[in-house]
């Protein structure tokens, strides 16, 4: 299996512009997470989907933000309109839920720079 | 809130040196525990599981343990080699929806 496909790699746009990241996780597995890292931050969770549908969206920052999961494999996190704290690298990862607490694989990554 | 702490936030280790490191979090009613790895650029991979059951898990060179009890986990590294060189993430699953909530990380440097 390829794993978690992300992309694109890099992103820079400029402040005001819509930026759409998309993943493609890893088939079979049926939960999908949206995460952000920062250096000031850290890793944090944005918005997971289990079967397709949106569980937990209290991550997401403000309503610039939008994610969507139309069929199983794959997967968007859009920021309309971006701005410069938006910098960060976002990552997608897909895991096979089980109820027994299941590993998630992360993809590489999607570096997005807002100037 | 749950919260996973990682002190320090680096280190630095001649090789062939076997070492811990910490995780600790605020709310011992957890599902399991996760340590990852990061390499520089790179996504996270991850290295043991443990579950709330479990007291520690085993892989190569890695021992991670887990006390729930005082909220802390700990990663042994055997015998390390420069390319045990990366950040590690500690994190932490408080619900059966694998919702996941992560350390900073501590940044290992090994040296030759």
């Known amino acids: 299996d390829a794993g978690v496909i992300q992309s694109p790699r890099h992103e820079v746009t400029e402040m005001g512009q819509e930026v759409t990241l998309r993943c493609k996780p890893i088939s079979g597995h049926n939960s999908l997470f949206w995460y952000r890292q920062t250096m000031m931050r850290g890793l944090e969770l944005l918005i997971y989907?289990?079967?397709?549908?949106?569980?937990?969206d209290s991550g997401m920052p403000e309503d610039r933000f939008s994610a969507k999961m139309p069929n199983a494999s794959f997967s968007t996190l859009k920021i309309q309109p971006s701005e410069p704290r938006d910098s960060a690298v976002y990552f997608c990862?897909?895991?096979?839920?089980?109820?027994?607490?299941?590993?998630?694989?992360f993809g590489p990554g999607t570096r997005l720079l807002v100037l | 809130k749950q919260e996973v702490t990682q002190i320090p936030a680096a280190l630095s280790v001649p090789e062939g040196e076997n070492l811990v490191l910490n995780c600790s979090f605020t709310?011992?009613?957890?599902?399991?525990l996760q340590w990852f790895r990061q390499d520089p650029g790179k996504g996270l991979t991850s290295l043991l599981l443990?579950?709330?059951?479990?007291r520690e898990q085993t892989s190569g060179r890695l021992n991670a343990s887990l006390d729930k009890s005082s909220g802390r986990s700990t990663l042994y590294i055997a015998a390390s080699q420069p390319g045990d060189s990366a950040t590690y993430l500690c994190a932490v699953d408080s619900g059966a929806n694998s919702k996941l909530t992560f350390g900073k990380g501590i940044t290992l440097s090994v040296r030759p």
């Open positions: 443990i579950q709330s059951s479990q």
């Open positions: 990862a897909s895991s096979r839920r089980t109820g027994l607490g299941e590993t998630q694989y």
């Open positions: 989907f289990n079967n397709n549908v949106p569980i937990d």
């Open positions: 709310d011992s009613a957890i599902y399991n």
